[in-house]
């Protein structure tokens, strides 16, 4: 799909790392696709450090600063899941009353309806201003994925080394590892983190830590996918592998339904189903594992229906593009 050109703009994008690498991975490929289609991004981050290894070489036209440390803004403004930028920045923000800078709150991921509804709307603020929800989704009535130009196609091209059959694992910490490694058939690739609690064995692979590029290969290697969060969700999608997700939990339990929502998107069947819950703790490990050939095309079937609609900076540009038009 062509990507609408639009004029290079400056964009200040806010992130917080809360305790996991979603926030900064999420960040990072939206300032690198954005720059990649021309613009200007300033990434202003609590802790950069994830960046060391998951960007090492960086990318033009990023540029990775302090927090607190944002001067003047830019044309937009974007803060990632409500990370509240700096004050005395959204004070400079208010001052520009002739022409103050498009400011979005890029939310969390959700297969739920209600997503389509909130997308778009409007918060005004005290000062003046108007702060703009931008909700990634599933449909085509929300912001979409982030999906960089070409990445489809580099997947189509990716060649599997030659190997058993393997399971990527990237998790939170869960007691369903050991049942996944007496259920699966293959090696365990465990990602860095509370997986690697599995000792390295004839059948264990404690990765190291890559750059996102490296991990999308690790994902298309794989004949099943176990991983958390959002920004590895996405990229699984993209994969077109069977995966679990293992969602972030919530202390009200409201991540279930969350989960229920996108295995509804999959239209996953009853055994998918049942792996999936054991894995967050929603039930019980199932005694039997599902059918891979049904599971592989479901999950090809989701990713063909997400690539059909507008990626997410293409849609971001053009919301942003509007507003912009709309203020002159």
């Known amino acids: 799909m062509a990507h609408e050109p639009n004029p290079p703009l400056v964009w200040d994008l806010f992130c917080r790392v809360i305790d996991n690498f979603g926030d900064i991975g999420v960040c990072w490929r939206l300032a690198a696709d954005l720059a990649g289609r021309g613009d200007t991004v300033r990434l202003w981050v609590d802790d950069a450090s994830a960046l060391r290894w998951m960007a090492p070489q960086g990318a ?13 803004p830019g044309a937009v403004v974007v803060e990632a899941f409500g990370c509240d930028p700096p004050a005395a920045f959204v004070a400079r923000m208010a001052a520009r009353a002739d022409r103050p800078p498009v400011w979005v709150n890029l939310e969390y991921l959700s297969a739920e309806a209600w997503v389509e509804r909130a997308h778009g709307l409007p918060s005004p603020q005290a000062n003046g201003l108007h702060k703009w929800f931008f909700f990634p989704g599933f449909t085509a009535a929300t912001g979409g994925l982030l999906r960089e130009p ?56 404690h990765l190291p830590t890559t750059d996102q590029p490296g991990f999308d290969r690790w994902l298309w290697s794989a004949d099943v996918n176990i991983v958390r969060g959002e920004d590895s969700l996405v990229r699984a999608l993209w994969a077109g ?68 609609q507008v990626d997410l900076v293409t849609q971001l540009r053009r919301f942003v593009a509007g507003k912009l038009t709309a203020a002159r």
């Open 60 to 72: 033009q036209g990023v540029q990775v600063g302090a927090f607190d440390a944002a001067g003047e």
């Open 150 to 205: 070409g990445l489809l196609q580099a997947r189509e091209r990716f060649e599997r080394p030659d190997g058993p059959r393997r399971a990527v694992v990237f998790s939170y910490d869960t007691p369903a590892l050991a049942s996944l490694a007496e259920a699966f058939d293959g090696d365990l690739w465990l990602c860095p983190g509370p997986a690697q609690v599995l000792a390295p064995s004839a059948r264990v692979r």
């Open 241 to 308: 592998t069977p995966f679990i997700w293992h969602i972030y939990p919530q202390h009200d339990g409201v991540h279930r339904v969350k989960l229920d929502a996108l295995l509804d998107r999959l239209a996953a069947d009853d055994d998918v189903r049942a792996l999936w819950h054991a894995w967050n703790g929603f039930g019980p490990w199932p005694t039997r594992w599902p059918d891979e050939q049904r599971w592989r095309a479901a999950t090809e079937a989701l990713r063909t229906r997400l690539a059909d």
